[in-house]
């Protein structure tokens, strides 16, 4: 079955470590895209990738990095730099502009 | 900046009621509109999309989108305690991103 995957469900960061968060997509979907959820905040948009080899800083960039060199990958790296990391991480992508996210089942990053 | 407003809720319908969902945007340029229902520690799942003027129905959800007004609905009917969860409203932003608002949370109570 299509759908895609995020990996692992928890995960555990000391202060200082760069962690890297992994979503994959068997979908055939040509944008990904990378969230980040909070307590009462709402949904906002850390990066988003429209196409291979390209992506887009969304609202709250800072701190993270990612990658796009396949269409199928779309690894988050949240960064020493990102103080407060401790969130709900959602991946989706969609068929394209204009069309709903299929999300994965999320991953939980605490700092410890 | 864009916006989606929701009223946090709690929404607290009995059993069998018509639950109504409320959301506003603030581009009058938006053209695709979403719902999405995440269940307490899960993940959003997409329950109905809507991109014209009018009403759009599936099952016992119900999808209203007023262009003019800058406001999209969603109802409920025979609502379930299965049906409480958290709905998201989202809406198409101007990089081709979805702009989510924050949520308004269902209490169905049997």
């Known amino acids: 079955d299509g759908g895609i995957t995020q990996s692992p469900k928890y995960l555990f960061r000391k202060e200082g470590q760069n962690v890297t968060l992994s979503c994959e997509q068997n979908?055939?979907?040509?944008?990904m895209y990378w969230y980040r959820q909070d307590p009462g905040q709402g949904l906002r948009l850390i990066y988003y990738?429209?196409?291979?080899?390209?992506?887009q800083k969304g609202d709250i960039a800072e701190g993270y990095s990612v990658s796009r060199e396949k269409k199928e990958s779309f690894p988050l790296t949240v960064t020493s730099a990102q103080k407060n990391p401790t969130a709900f991480y959602l991946c989706?992508?969609?068929?394209?502009?204009?069309?709903?996210?299929?999300f994965g089942s999320g991953t939980r990053l605490t700092v410890v | 900046q864009k916006e989606v407003e929701q009223n946090s809720g709690p929404l607290s319908v009995p059993e069998g009621a018509i639950a109504s969902l409320n959301c506003t945007y603030s581009?009058?340029?938006?053209?695709?509109f979403f719902w999405y229902r995440q269940y307490s520690g899960k993940s959003p799942e997409l329950i109905m999309s809507i991109y014209s003027n009018g009403d759009k129905e599936d099952g016992r959800f119900t999808a209203q989108l007023n262009k003019a007004s800058q406001y999209v609905s969603l109802l409920i009917r025979d609502s379930q305690p299965s049906d409480s969860a958290t709905y998201l409203c989202a809406v198409d932003g101007s990089q081709g991103n979805l702009i989510f608002g924050k949520g308004t949370k269902l209490s169905v109570k049997p």
């Open positions: 989706a992508s969609s068929i394209g502009t204009g069309n709903g996210y299929t």
């Open positions: 979908l055939n979907h040509d944008a």
């Open positions: 990738s429209q196409i291979v080899n390209d992506f």
């Open positions: 581009d009058r340029g938006s053209q695709s």
